[in-house]
């Protein structure tokens, strides 16, 4: 079955790093859309970075364009997400997530079935 296991995430002060891992197994990975997701406290998840595995194609979110990073390793079956210059308002759960089918919208947590279990991002100085 599919299995998605995050790790990575922490506290930081702004303009830091930080780097989460997603291990995947169970499911062909090349052919599965990726997308990254975060909710903070008393909002909605949105999405982060998404990526389209039938165009190869990678959407990010404005406010983390140029900071953050989505990349796969599919040898070594892990989903990566690199933050740089992190900012307070970047605090929140953070989720991998992964699914098969057509990506109607840019990144929409609607569009994923497969959920990791989340890890924390917090930036504070």
């Known amino acids: 079955q599919v299995q998605l296991v995050e790790s990575g995430g922490g506290l930081v002060q702004p303009g830091g790093s930080l780097r989460i891992s997603c291990a995947a197994s169970?499911?062909?990975?090349?052919?599965?859309?990726v997308g990254w997701f975060r909710q903070a406290p008393g909002k909605q998840r949105e999405g982060v970075s998404c990526?389209?595995?039938?165009?190869?194609?990678?959407w990010y979110k404005n406010s983390v364009k140029g900071r953050f990073t989505a990349s796969r390793d599919y040898a070594g079956k892990t989903f990566y997400l690199q933050m740089n210059d992190l900012r307070p308002e970047d605090t929140a759960l953070y989720y991998c997530?992964?699914?098969?089918?057509?990506?109607?919208?840019?990144?929409?947590?609607?569009?994923?079935?497969?959920w990791g279990q989340g890890a924390q991002v917090t930036v504070s100085s």
């Open positions: 997530a992964v699914d098969n089918g057509l990506m109607d919208t840019d990144c929409s947590p609607r569009e994923f079935e497969y």
């Open positions: 169970g499911f062909p990975l090349e052919s599965f859309n």
């Open positions: 990526f389209d595995a039938r165009d190869r194609s990678t």
